[in-house]
């Protein structure tokens, strides 16, 4: 919620980023950890006190969504899965489960085939630019995401885009544990409606958040685990390849590779190649 906590995620993520590219150390002097950790200390008494409180009320308010939407098992024709989603885009938009309904400009449900499709793409949270577009995957990052979806072999319309939160955190940070679990009975009912055929969960964020109520266990980027009985391939969210764009160690082309050969899998897994 707060500036820390935002550098904190990307640093996270960034480390991650470069183990998964085999690098095994990393110099820190001693002053910039002792001066990220003093603030966090000095706040999390302070902190502690509301935290308590709002937890129960966000699991009383989960329970009643999951009473609410965890009704059927069944396959869905076209018609009631349209008409299935609609309703939780309504409830979507008038939901005030987590701190993120106080910012948001307008929330995002996701968009695409809804038809059991081959893939369904999972993010952590909409951006600004999506906000702005109104669609999930938008701005330079979503061009990024297109190209990915044409180069497997499909068109935007053909896979579903959505993300663990619905709503935009401040100043585009990563969304938060607590924020990710409120909205995940939204994305369990979409992915129990939609029935894809294949998951691709993009980013370290994403990857925690679709896993935060599972038996199953994460997997690192360019592994398949599974949700549901779903299969699931973790990789790199396109927005994070972007940020590398001018770095002369040719990191972001090691990311690309990373990410095409996580798609090729999915590709093989769904029968495209
Ligand atoms: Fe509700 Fe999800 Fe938006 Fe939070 S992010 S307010 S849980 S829809």
Redo the contacts with the bound molecule.
């Keep these: 919620m707060d500036s820390y906590t935002y550098i904190i995620n990307d640093l996270i993520d960034h480390i991650n980023v470069l183990k998964e590219l085999g690098q095994r150390t990393i110099e820190i002097e001693p002053q910039v950890v002792r001066d990220l950790t003093a603030p966090i200390a000095a706040a999390a008494s302070l902190k502690n006190a509301g935290v308590a409180q709002s937890k129960a009320q966000r699991a009383e308010g989960r329970e009643r969504l999951s009473k609410s939407l965890l009704q059927s098992t069944k396959p869905l024709d076209a018609e009631a899965r349209a008409q299935a989603l609609e309703e939780i885009a309504g409830?979507?938009r008038h939901?005030?489960?987590?701190?993120?309904?106080q910012s948001?400009v307008k929330?995002l449900?996701g968009q695409g085939n809804p038809n059991s499709p081959d893939v369904m793409f999972i993010g952590p949270?909409p951006d600004a630019a999506d906000e702005q577009a109104g669609e999930t995957f938008s701005g330079p990052g979503g061009e990024l995401m297109t190209q990915m979806i044409t180069a497997m072999g499909y068109e935007r319309e053909q896979v579903f885009l959505t993300n663990i939160?619905?709503?935009r955190p401040e100043n585009d940070r990563a969304?938060l544990l607590d924020?990710m679990q409120?909205?995940t009975?939204?994305l369990e009912e979409q992915i129990r409606i939609i029935r894809p055929k294949v998951i691709v969960v993009m980013g370290e964020q994403a990857i925690k958040g679709l896993f935060l109520n599972q038996s199953e266990a994460a997997a690192p980027q360019g592994r398949w685990t599974q949700y549901h009985g779903i299969p699931v391939m973790s990789t790199f969210h396109p927005k994070y390849i972007l940020r590398f764009q001018n770095d002369a160690q040719g990191q972001q082309k090691r990311l690309k590779i990373s990410v095409w050969s996580a798609l090729q899998a999915v590709m093989r897994q769904t029968g495209k190649v």
């Design positions: 409830q979507v939901c005030t489960e987590c701190a993120l309904c948001r929330a449900p949270a939160c619905k709503c969304p924020e409120a909205c009975a939204f």
